[in-house]
């Protein structure tokens, strides 16, 4: 049992949406025009959702000697600036539903480890802008997410929020920051720690609406 928050501050890949399959061909489509031979697949990427940008270049060109950090990045994460609008991805079940609900009666926020465009070109997407009060990403701040959390939660003189994500690192980051770990096994990851868990969102909706 968790305390009533005072915001729900949600993770984006894996947690709300599922974009992977946008997220393996522009890796495949960045790796092809730098002429680099390597193909991923969602069982390469999966693994890798969540991490810091950087981290993920560096994980995705080991070995590979021919592959530049500065230019796959600029090329990959180029890539995704322009295509993610059209490529987009899927709302998990309930998603929609359920993040309109919970806003009328929390202060919802997003807070992911993309860069600075991928929350806004999501909430574009989705069509959920009107639900967020604010968001933060790795690409603004260059900051983990635990020192991103503690920002949202100064920002808003937050005294009870709450991390809803579906990794181990979104566990970690978490906890380093001294809030409450919420795991939603239907995503990309998986832990073992954890203050709730749900794996239907729904069921989370149910949730968060009847606390009191």
């Given at each position: 049992?968790?305390?009533?928050?005072?915001?729900?501050?949600?993770?984006?890949?894996?947690?709300?949406?599922?974009?992977?399959?946008?997220?393996?061909?522009?890796?495949?489509?960045?790796?092809?025009?730098l002429n680099i031979n390597r193909t991923f697949t969602r069982e390469?990427?999966?693994?890798?959702?969540?991490?810091?940008?950087?981290?993920?270049?560096?994980?995705?060109?080991?070995?590979?000697?021919?592959?530049?950090?500065?230019?796959?990045?600029?090329?990959?994460?180029?890539?995704?600036?322009k295509t993610m609008l059209l490529l987009g991805g899927k709302l998990?079940?309930?998603?929609?539903?359920?993040?309109?609900?919970?806003?009328?009666?929390?202060?919802?926020?997003?807070?992911?480890?993309?860069?600075?465009?991928?929350?806004?070109?999501?909430?574009?997407?989705?069509?959920?802008?009107?639900?967020?009060?604010?968001?933060?990403?790795?690409?603004?701040?260059?900051?983990?997410?635990?020192?991103?959390?503690?920002?949202?939660?100064?920002?808003?003189?937050?005294?009870?929020?709450?991390?809803?994500?579906?990794?181990?690192?979104?566990?970690?980051?978490?906890?380093?920051?001294?809030?409450?770990?919420?795991?939603?096994?239907?995503?990309?990851?998986?832990?073992?720690?954890?203050?709730?868990?749900?794996?239907?969102?729904?069921?989370?909706?149910?949730?968060?609406?009847?606390l009191d």
């Amino acid at each position: 049992m968790i305390n009533k928050p005072d915001a729900l501050i949600f993770d984006m890949d894996g947690t709300l949406w599922d974009a992977l399959d946008s997220y393996v061909w522009i890796w495949n489509e960045g790796f092809r025009q730098l002429n680099i031979n390597r193909t991923f697949t969602r069982e390469d990427l999966i693994g890798l959702m969540g991490k810091q940008p950087d981290e993920i270049i560096e994980k995705c060109i080991e070995g590979n000697e021919k592959a530049n950090v500065t230019k796959v990045y600029e090329k990959v994460f180029g890539l995704q600036e322009k295509t993610m609008l059209l490529l987009g991805g899927k709302l998990y079940e309930g998603v929609r539903e359920g993040i309109a609900a919970l806003s009328e009666k929390y202060k919802l926020m997003l807070l992911s480890n993309c860069e600075r465009y991928g929350i806004n070109q999501f909430l574009e997407y989705t069509q959920l802008t009107p639900y967020f009060t604010d968001t933060l990403t790795f690409g603004e701040t260059r900051l983990p997410k635990a020192l991103n959390m503690q920002l949202l939660k100064a920002r808003h003189q937050l005294k009870d929020p709450v991390y809803i994500g579906d990794t181990d690192s979104d566990r970690i980051q978490t906890e380093a920051a001294g809030l409450p770990f919420i795991f939603v096994e239907y995503g990309f990851g998986h832990t073992d720690k954890y203050d709730l868990k749900f794996n239907h969102f729904k069921d989370l909706t149910s949730y968060f609406l009847a606390l009191d």
